[in-house]
């Protein structure tokens, strides 16, 4: 039922946020014509990144390893794609998005659902809290190497 109103909720915020997107994915597209400039569908439109938080890192590296790791890997495919290199692919929007709506991302995210038909499964939510992928995004960026 939470859940039911949570994608009411979300529903209603992407229909009202539509016309806007567009325009703003549409400007995006004259300067960078690829995914890199897309924040994705979901919960987070912008965040700021400083320098790498270590300790935050450290968090997202534990809770990679026991919701995320039954599908991926770093340096190969898995079930899913080989993550390294992923904060370079990827906007920090569009990671956490995928991570706290996959399952919608997959249903209209042109990145995404390029990627569900390459991997053929359905990357599932993993009860993940906005923290939490904030941390996991910090451990992403540091195994990709950001100061
Ligand atoms: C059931 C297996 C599964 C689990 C669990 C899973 N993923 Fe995924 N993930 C996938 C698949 C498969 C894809 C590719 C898209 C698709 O087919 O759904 C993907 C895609 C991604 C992408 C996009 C990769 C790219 O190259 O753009 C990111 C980022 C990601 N997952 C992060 C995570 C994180 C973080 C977790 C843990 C919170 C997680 N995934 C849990 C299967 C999974």
New binding site residues.
Partial sequence: MKQGIAAIVLIGAVLSGCSDRKAASESAAKHDNNSVSDVGIGPVQRIELGAIDSRLAEKGKA??EQ??A???KFEERY???A?KG?TQ??KPEW?MN??LN?SEM?EKDQ??KE??AT??????F?D?SKEQARA?LEYFRQVDGAK
């Fill in positions: 809770i990679f919701k995320c039954a599908c991926h079930v899913g794609p993550l992923v692919r990827r990671i995928m991570i996959p997959l990145t995404a990627l569900l991997y053929l499964t359905p990357m599932t993993q993940i996991i």
